[in-house]
């Protein structure tokens, strides 16, 4: 009796794993050899990754102790880079959220704009920040300017995608009923739907100041202001002490800013 | 029918039959996919009156109601709401006659992160558009002195700048009262008003929301489960089955006992 409920169970019980077709699984062996593949072009090398660590020690022996001679206009430089980052996400936030209204689904009823909107903070995203500046330092000239327009753009691709899809997500009963008591559709997504999204939306903001930290020290590389650019010019003259300074002083502020993130995010969500 | 108490603006008292449609619905029939909901529905209610409409789960009492509004596009038939025919007017009157009317939800449907006062001043965003009046700190302060008014009159005002997130599910009901009253309203439509509080919260919920409709003498159209709360509070009942109205009576005339084996556990 029992050798035949056996016998039945296994014959039951489904498999470990879902069967697939011959086609799915020759797509996943060109995808898996497509990997190993790119770690060659990657040009991944353990051997140079080892070779590298006695160059690295000696770069960190000689530039131990971090040079405190330019501590001053180095510290005016990361202030400047924190102040292209804080302006550049301030005014990004401020036009990626009509952009988000547009791109929302279903909250303003037209197609087209939604196409356009979605379109247009695509563009924004998918472009990285290094090339904005780039484009930036051409139409506007060298200088924090540039790089702050940089910051700015990348921003409203980031957070008009965000923005976007947090208001989709919301519930919309608060929205419909105040659509009920004859208010207006765009009264009703301030009123109802963005106090709603606000959590996501600081959310968003916070880490797009914090990712606007970082890029703006990177900027300066292609001359779009901050302490970026400092940086290369230690680097290039061999000042290694100095450049340590300016990394240990880049380390603080990104810090800084993730943990102040961190912190208004707790204070201002769970109010 | 019952007389309950003299039309609004007049001395005189007047019979509910001689008194003026607010909302007429003629022929109102709604699918959803391959599935009729309603059929044919037909009925009217006049000035001050307070009705009643019941029937079993998924009946369609909820989309009659939403449909009277607009909220749910019908397929067929006429609404003549505030002298407004409801299915052929634009958007923009069709939120002029909205803003007439108060929407009681079920889940009171609150915006929760924001206080219970700007919550009450957002039922005149029908009459004032605008920045000013999202929040309550924006707007002038004879609005934030009305909706603190409306507060007060559900017994909430201690509580004005609580968020709507942390009030009970009766204080949230009764702040949506608030907000339709703020309206000032002419007619409360309110679909299963206290179906998602207790008992007793239900009782106190209804009660206070009858005899603010009756002081004011606001139109009251609200769908119920709880035929007790149906027969007490209407004037007259209107009963959904299959689609149609099957009944439409007045309230004393009816028996809770029959209605019950009849509309939910017949």
């Known amino acids: 009796m029992d050798n035949v409920r056996n016998q039945r169970s296994e014959d039951t019980l489904p498999g470990r794993f879902e069967r697939t077709s011959s086609l799915t699984f020759i797509l996943y062996f060109i995808a898996l050899a497509f990997v190993v593949w790119s770690f060659t072009g990657a040009g991944w090398s353990f051997s140079a990754l080892g070779q590298g660590v006695p160059a690295m020690l000696d770069f960190l022996s000689r530039a131990w102790p971090p040079s405190t001679d330019r501590l001053a206009a180095v510290g005016l430089s990361i202030l400047e880079t924190f102040q292209m980052a804080l302006v550049g996400t301030l005014v990004g936030i401020v036009l990626s959220l009509p952009l988000a209204i547009l791109g929302a689904k279903g909250l303003t009823g037209s197609r087209s704009l939604y196409f356009l909107s979605r379109s247009i903070v695509a563009l924004f995203r998918t472009v990285p920040d290094l090339v904005w500046a780039l484009i930036f330092v051409i139409t506007v000239g060298l200088g924090p300017f540039a790089g702050t327009l940089a910051i700015m753009v990348d921003t409203i691709g980031f957070c008009g995608r965000f923005f976007a899809e947090a208001m989709e997500d919301v519930d919309k009963a608060p929205s419909e009923a105040l659509v009920a008591t004859g208010a207006k559709r765009l009264d009703a997504i301030f009123a109802a739907v963005i106090p709603a999204a606000m959590p996501a939306f600081i959310t968003t903001s916070l880490f797009a100041l914090e990712k606007a930290t970082r890029s703006s020290v990177i900027l300066g590389l292609v001359g779009a202001g901050g302490v970026g650019i400092e940086l290369k010019v230690a680097m290039d003259f061999f000042d290694y002490p100095l450049a340590m300074s300016i990394i240990v002083m880049i380390f603080a502020l990104v810090l800084a800013v993730e943990r102040l993130g961190v912190w208004a995010r707790k204070k201002i969500i769970e109010g | ?266």
């Not at chain 2, 709401?81 to 009171?108: C, P, T, W, Y």
């Open chain 2, 1 to 266: 029918m019952s007389q309950v108490g003299s039309e609004a603006g007049q001395g005189s008292p007047m019979s509910i039959e001689q008194r003026h449609i607010v909302l007429q619905v003629q022929g109102l029939s709604k699918r959803f996919a391959d599935k009729t909901v309603l059929e044919d529905i037909t009925f009217d209610i006049r000035q001050g009156e307070s009705v009643a409409l019941i029937g079993s789960n998924g009946v369609g009492k909820s989309t009659a109601l939403y449909c009277c509004l607009r909220l749910i596009e019908p397929e067929n038939g006429r609404i003549q709401l505030l002298d407004q025919n409801l299915l052929g007017v634009k958007a923009k009157s069709l939120r002029m006659v909205r803003r007439e009317v108060g929407f009681i939800f079920q889940k009171h449907n609150l915006v929760p992160r924001a206080c219970a006062l700007t919550n009450v001043l957002h039922g005149a965003l029908g009459y004032q558009s605008g920045p000013r009046q999202w929040l309550h700190c924006l707007t002038k302060s004879k609005n934030r002195k009305r909706a603190y008014e409306m507060l007060e009159r559900v017994g909430l005002n201690h509580i004005a700048l609580q968020r709507a997130d942390k009030l009970s599910g009766g204080q949230s009901q009764r702040v949506a009262i608030a907000r339709a009253l703020m309206q000032n309203p002419k007619i409360i439509m309110a679909d299963e008003p206290v179906a998602s509080l207790d008992p007793i919260a239900g009782e106190a919920i209804m009660q206070l929301f009858f005899s603010l409709c009756k002081s004011d003498g606001i139109t009251l159209l609200f769908t119920s489960h709880n035929i007790e709360h149906a027969l007490q509070y209407s004037d007259r009942v209107l009963a959904i089955a299959g689609g149609k109205i099957t009944l439409d009576a007045c309230s004393a005339e009816l028996d809770a006992a029959d209605l019950n084996q009849q509309y939910h556990y017949g």
